[in-house]
């Protein structure tokens, strides 16, 4: 009897002991397949992303980068992209993004708020990021459409946006931290400096934006994380690529 009641209680404890298990793993996994915001990581790596272009701002953007030996990604839209058949600076500027190592990425094709509309966000990025893949072949580089960053414009999110994900084949979203470097007429060079030092962490994702502006501020922070060691990393596969120091997680 004894016995009998001993085994009753094991397997009890076995169960609860398989719940909370089970409960954890859904609260450790919740949102991480959907959108990540940093490299796990413990070394001195940071990601520069510029939202919004292609667009003639990233010229200065790329001199600055290049000066502190730094590769960014740039999260470009569809309309911006597809300049690049029509508008021999665009034309040149990405050309010169794919030769010096950064990394193109997908925000979009108009730029707008889904709503909830999948359907539509699903044709924009499908769209763009054939683009992409377009404009790498141009450039003598087979790129896999599933290895395309892929960023939600204003940073959207909401439920069911796994749904796209799966339906675009890529493994998730990219976010990070989003400064005010596209608002600058109420932000200023010191407060722009301020939150994207402030928020400097081992595998940070930053989010910037293709805007002259960046000529004021970006000299600074680049100065700051050679100061402190850091690198950047980004999504083209070699001496720069993320996976080099861990994966992506929320
Ligand atoms: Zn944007």
Redesign the pocket.
Known sequence: MMKFKNEKKLVNIFLIVIILISICFNILTFKTNYEVNKIKTNKNIVMLTF??GPGKEDEQIMDILKDYNAKATFFGTGINYEKYWTDAVINKLVKRMILEGHSLGN?SYY?IKYNYNLNKAYKEFYKTSQMIVEIYRDNDIEMNISNIPVRM??LQYYRGLNSLQNKLNINYFVRGYLGCDYNEAVCGKKKILKQYTNNIRKGQILVC?TRNYATQWLPDLLQYLENKSYKTANFTLGDYYFGNYGRLIF
């Open positions: 939202d919004d925000h730029h414009p204003f934006h």
